[in-house]
T-cell receptor, first 111, second 110 residues
Framework: GQQLNQSPQSMFIQEGEDVSMNCTSS?????WLWYKQDPGEGPVLLIA?????ELTSNGRLTAQFGITRKDSFLNISASIPSDVGIYFC???????????FGTGTRLTVIP | NAGVTQTPKFQVLKTGQSMTLQCAQD?????MSWYRQDPGMGLRLIHY???????DQGEVPNGYNVSRSTTEDFPLRLLSAAPSQTSVYFC?????????FGAGTRLSVL
């Protein structure tokens, strides 16, 4: 299957710090999505990106669709304890119905 | 707002047993899918359906069967459970590119 590489795998940060994570692929994607998974729950969509270079915000979250269409980035500003969870990137390729997921970034926020 | 409902939430099976994981959605979405989540591997697609009566294989279909007799329901069957099928299973339905996930079924096969 398609490989989406996320980094870092895990992060431990202090409350109030900013967070950056990214997702890369060897193939081109035409849609990038970022999901968050809370413990014991299913993933929930945070941000959807549809065009190369697109920059979209959702509150303290900002995501970008990379110019090469092979990567995407997620930033969280001024982290708070409820930001704890696993963040997944996901993407669709042209003409494909199926969503490919990254391996996830596990975020821990220390109060 | 029910959304996507999965049952059971937890299940323990012995090797060789069979069971069905249930998934139902009330959003009238045509597309539904099943994923498994394993540590360090993200979510991998098992089977999907683009509408009632139509199913297809995903990335890791071996050992699993599905059927889609109605728009609302998309059950996942394990005919003969194996320890390698110990995982967390998520069902999703989608409108366009946005997938909505259930809360998951945590399955252990001993």
């Amino acid at each position: 299957g398609q490989q989406l590489n996320q980094s870092p795998q895990s992060m431990f940060i202090q409350e109030g710090e900013d967070v950056s994570m990214n997702c890369t692929s060897s193939s081109i994607f035409n849609t990038w999505l970022w999901y968050k998974q809370d413990p014991g729950e299913g993933p929930v969509l945070l941000i959807a990106l549809y065009k190369a270079g697109e920059l979209t915000s959702n509150g303290r979250l900002t995501a970008q669709f990379g110019i090469t269409r092979k990567d995407s980035f997620l930033n969280i500003s001024a982290s708070i304890p409820s930001d704890v969870g696993i963040y997944f990137c996901a993407g669709y390729q042209t003409g494909a119905n199926n969503l490919f997921f990254g391996t996830g970034t596990r975020l821990t926020v220390i109060p | 707002n029910a959304g996507v409902t999965q049952t059971p939430k937890f299940q323990v099976l012995k090797t060789g047993q069979s069971m069905t994981l249930q998934c139902a959605q009330d959003m009238n979405h045509e597309y539904m899918s099943w994923y498994r989540q394993d540590p360090g591997m993200g979510l991998r697609l098992i089977h999907y359906s683009v509408g009632a009566g139509i199913t297809d294989q995903g990335e890791v279909p071996n050992g699993y069967n599905v059927s889609r007799s109605t728009t609302e329901d998309f059950p996942l069957r394990l005919l003969s459970a194996a320890p390698s099928q110990t995982s967390v299973y998520f069902c999703a339905s989608s409108l366009g590119h946005i997938q909505y996930f259930g809360a998951g079924t945590r399955l252990s096969v001993l």
